[in-house]
């Protein structure tokens, strides 16, 4: 999965190089509703409309504002 996440400060931007942080998870169906914390955020730019977007591997693309990613959007499956 990809993100929008801000520029470093090396680049003329400012912001890290990283996206979310879930930590090592694998999908739960009886939590896969259950939204991220906001802790979770970590870097994710909501540059577009307070949305940011995210691509998934298998070519899916949404905007998310902060607080709206699922589980099931960052987990792997078994």
């Not at 003329?12 to 998870?25: C, E, Q, T």
């Not at 949404?62 to 959007?73: D, L, P, V």
């Amino acid at each position: 999965m990809l993100a929008d996440t801000p520029q470093p400060e090396t680049r003329k931007g400012r912001g890290n190089d990283y996206f979310i942080s879930v930590g090592a998870g694998v999908y739960n169906p009886s939590t896969a509703e259950d939204l991220l914390p906001d802790s979770a955020y970590i870097g994710f730019s909501t540059r577009h409309g307070d949305r940011g977007n995210a691509a998934f591997v298998d070519g899916y693309v949404e905007a998310f504002a902060i607080g709206e990613m699922k589980q099931k959007h960052v987990y792997l499956e078994d």
